[in-house]
């Protein structure tokens, strides 16, 4: 049965809208009509190992190892990870931290490879047969592809595939709106590659068990279009072809779902919520080549623009080329950029080296001039209001901002600071160049920090608690266990000394010495006295006396014996004694 959304029953053909968004100009023009290139291989190739949201990926290989292409590299090492593979075959030569293709510069663990040239294949993955694989082994193989979203979330794909189990879902939503100016790396695979796109978006929704895929393009992109429409019949789903018109942030997920749905995502939910999960055409792409050919994500469709470069143009990378090499590749730079951007103009990160490699989630790389860039100069803010008015999460950026500068972090959060999408609309229409969405940046970076630390503080106490009440339960164990073994000490020694006492009592009373004084023995003979025989110990003690108990009752028995003999001994002495005196 088809969903209900919030509008009524679910029509194909209706568009929704949203609030806000922006209508920058696209200079589109610049590269879109450039056929996609292979880029060469480079001297050296530095890999990330976190090149994805989530945790690092653990390197496999050590200095001096030599490795083919699509090789795992480093393993995922977590439930949201993913594996990373060697773009060529080569050597190894570092395995070590490298700055990050990321504002801050920061390091990131880097696997640096020097290619031989050969671009020699290892073993491919598993090819399973898509039409009657089990979903689950269709997002398995997504997983051991290394695969993450390539619009530049990069968030791992198979842990989307997986949302199956977790939720009832009805539709994929193929994201190919490529909403950032300048940007033509998805608008150019589905006019060369449509056929391709649309057998990964089929695999995909098989390994959903979702009943209807709809592919988003934006309307500034005719020529494809028409070739995905050529190629709308897929595995046993039938593709919708919907044009969605050219606002800035068309391809964001929850403003896509809405447009193309209905459906209202709730703050800080998922879109799996409302049944729909969304992929990115060059995901799908990525996905086909994956599960048809075994190969994993290795290198991927960057778009290199900007009226800084010599000529633009849609480039196949190989992961971890140096921007760099990129940029040469395309004739160089005419002149410094003003800005140096990875990504699009409105959410593209600045950097400043352009050593650091193009990752997975590179789907750009422009160099703008002082004419295309925005004027730098900032203004006190006049209270316009056209930041609220274009912001499509319907927040007010001034007052974030406002409480962010006052350090009231908590204040921000309570106004909305966690729903920014952080798409820079507010930035964009701000008369007084105000940096609004990078004061957003911050202020979720610092709140991030600040929760973490007190997590970490939590844990610590928790962990602290927690063994102290380990040592003190141990503590008592050992005492309760000394009190146990000194009461059955205790109880032995008293079982003992009445087994003792009633041995004694039990003992045979030696006879008393004869009043009739013994014969001398003629003289010159031997006193005929003979020994005392020894008195057996007696072995009447009770049954269920403890082994202790029965030695000290022998013992008894064997003095008293020994003291007969004696007292025997001693009168027949005395008698001796007196007859030698007669």
Known sequence: MSPVPLFGRFDPARLFSFKGGVHPETRKHLSAERAIEDMPLPALLRVPLLQHVGAEAEPLVARGDTVLKGQLIGKASGPISANVHAPTSGQVIAVGPFPAPHPSGLPVTTVTIRPDGADRWGPRLAKPHVATAAPETLAAQVAEAGIVGLGGATFPASVKLNLRARYDLDTLIINAAECEPYLTCDDRLMRERADEVADGAGIMARALGVRRVIVAIESNKPLAIEAMTRHRHVLDHVLQIKTVPSQYPMGSEKHLVKTLTGKE??????????????????????????????????????????????????????????????????????????????????????????????????????????????????????????????????????????????????????????????????????????????????????????????????????????????????????????????????????????????????????????????????????????????????????????????????????????????????????????????
């Open 265 to 582: 995502t709730p703050a800080r939910a998922l879109t799996a919520e409302m049944g729909v999960v969304v992929h990115n055409a060059a995901t799908a792409h990525a996905v086909h080549l994956a599960l048809r050919y075994g190969e994993p994500l290795i290198s991927r469709v960057v778009t290199v623009s900007g009226r800084g470069v010599a000529r633009p143009a849609n480039l196949r990378v190989p992961i971890g080329t140096p921007v760099a090499d990129v940029l040469a590749h395309c004739g160089g730079l005419v002149a410094t950029p003003e800005r140096l951007l990875l990504g699009g103009p409105m959410m593209g990160q600045p950097i400043q080296n352009p050593r650091v490699p193009v990752i997975k989630g590179t789907n750009g790389i422009l160099a703008l001039t002082a004419g295309e860039a925005r004027d730098q100069r900032v203004m006190p803010c006049i209270r316009c209001g056209l930041c609220v008015q274009v912001c499509p999460m319907g927040l007010t950026p001034f007052e974030l901002k406002a409480r962010i500068d006052a350090g009231d972090l908590d204040g921000a959060a309570r106004v909305g600071l966690l729903d920014c999408l952080q798409c820079g609309c507010c930035s964009f229409a701000c008369p007084s160049n105000r940096p609004l969405v990078q004061t957003i940046q911050y202020a979720k970076g610092k709140l991030a920090e600040r929760d973490s630390a007190q997590h970490q503080r939590e844990e610590a106490k928790r962990l602290a608690a927690a063994r102290t009440a380990r040592l003190a339960a141990i503590a008592e164990a050992k005492r309760a266990a000394m009190a146990q073994r000194k009461a059955e000490m205790a109880a032995k020694k008293k079982r003992a000394g009445q087994a003792t006492t009633e041995t004694a009592a039990k003992a045979p009373i030696p006879p008393a010495p004869s009043a009739e004084a013994p014969k001398a023995p003629p003289a010159g003979a031997q006193p005929d006295v003979q020994p005392a025989a020894p008195t057996d110990a007696p072995t009447d003690v009770q049954p269920g006396a403890q082994p202790d108990a029965q030695l000290g009752a022998q013992l008894g028995a064997l003095a008293n014996a020994k003291a007969g003999a004696q007292v025997e001994a001693r009168a027949d002495a005395k008698a001796d004694a007196r007859e030698a005196v007669e």
